[in-house]
């Protein structure tokens, strides 16, 4: 749905007196990525800015704009795109229905947000974690890609892997020589086996120099898994990063399934249906969100030929869940133990109250679809591990 502010930035600034200023970030460097319009209307405690985004690029099935106030800016609603600010740092997503952005397509969004004291425009830009001189700022992965996959490409990260903190369990698979995953992950083809391949890489890396790959095929009998129950433990918390080819396809399909002892040892799936992320309950098929086009409308799409960072938290205590992708909370995979037309009523159908005993990794698809993707960085604890 396309939501549009009450009261333009134009009008506002006319209303209050106010000047529309504007910020144009311009290209640093040949190897540019994007270009922002920054125009910003202010009062003493508050501000509106309305973004242009323009993508000078490759074509990006989807975009996330980033950056970083310098300042207490505070982000209260929005329109145009889906902010979420963590800190300092903000994250706007396209909706359903403005993702699509050609070299040399622009699109805008706007949002309303407080502040105290000074109000300095931001000027560190990212499309999907490039920055938009062409570097790659020192927050982000390094090994970020808006272009077409062509296959296997040497990652371009020469960071070590990360280090697992206090009460986190990790693994960058950097112990693992190519070839068939070993120690605590084991292929599994749950039923029945196909043609889906699940390797180590030590070609593409999200950091590193090893990453965990799946050829998933089309058709339920070609789905392949790897399946770690060491990692998991009694963790609430999981974070992986993920890269793939191929955009989700409308026929549901799973990425992650996680074995729910309370449940009659049936997964819990997250995976996709309708082009979007979706979970799904193995047991009785209730759907988050449910898959309505409101609900699907609030749900994201999985970028492709990117990494991106996805968390998620699986609360047994209470049945509750929530999702991140790439640092912003996806309104329709949120399960806040109340009922919410288009998001959980059907998952709330019955009192679901998870164990997890393992964590698969993999590629699934109950109808059409089939994708190349590189799985790394895996985490679990106790706590939001983040990206």
């Not at 808006?146 to 280090?163: E, F």
């Not at 992708?325 to 009922?339: I, R």
């Amino acid at each position: 749905m396309r939501l549009r502010p009450l009261l333009t930035v134009a009008a506002v600034a006319v209303a209050s007196g106010g000047i529309v200023a504007g910020l144009h970030v311009p290209a640093a460097q040949a190897a540019t990525v994007c270009t922002v319009d920054f125009a910003v209307n202010q009062w003493a405690t508050g501000f509106t800015a309305d973004v242009k985004l323009t993508n000078t690029g490759p074509a990006v099935s989807s975009w996330a704009l980033s950056w970083t106030f310098a300042g207490n800016q505070t982000v209260s609603n929005g329109w145009n795109a889906q902010i979420g600010q963590a800190g300092t740092r903000v994250t706007a997503s396209n909706l359903s229905w403005n993702g699509a952005l050609p070299t040399g397509g622009a699109t805008s969004f706007g949002f309303q947000a407080t502040y105290s004291g000074s109000n300095v425009k931001p000027a560190d830009f990212a499309l999907n974690g490039v920055s938009c001189s062409g570097d790659v700022p020192p927050s982000s992965s390094p090994s970020t890609s808006t272009g077409p996959s062509t296959g296997p490409s040497p990652s371009t990260s020469t960071g070590p892997a990360p280090v697992c903190g206090t009460g986190i369990r990790c693994d960058g698979f950097e112990s693992q020589a190519a070839g068939t995953p070993g120690g605590d992950w084991a292929v599994t083809y749950p039923d029945c086996q196909g043609t889906g391949t699940a390797t180590v890489d030590r070609t593409v890396a999200h950091t590193g120099t090893t990453s965990l790959r799946i050829n998933g095929a089309i058709g339920y009998c070609n789905h392949v898994f790897v399946r770690n129950a060491a990692i998991l433990g009694d963790a609430v918390y999981v974070r992986y990063w993920v890269k793939h080819t191929t955009a989700l396809p409308t026929s549901h399909i799973t990425m992650v399934g996680l074995r729910d002892a309370n449940d009659g040892d049936r997964d819990l799936r997250f995976g996709g249906q309708n082009g979007a992320l979706q979970w799904n309950r193995a047991s009785d098929d209730a759907t988050l969100p449910e898959q309505s086009p409101a609900g699907v409308a609030l749900s994201r799409p999985l970028p492709v030929d990117t990494w991106n960072c996805v968390e998620f938290k699986v609360n047994g205590a209470d049945g509750t869940m929530q999702t991140w992708l790439n640092d912003v909370s996806v309104p329709g995979l949120l399960q806040d133990g109340v009922a919410t037309h288009d998001i959980d009523g059907q998952w709330l159908n019955r009192t679901y109250r998870p164990r997890l005993t393992d964590l698969k990794l993999g590629w699934e698809s109950y109808g059409e679809g089939s994708d190349t993707l590189w799985y790394d960085d895996v985490a679990a604890g106790s706590s939001r591990i983040g990206c």
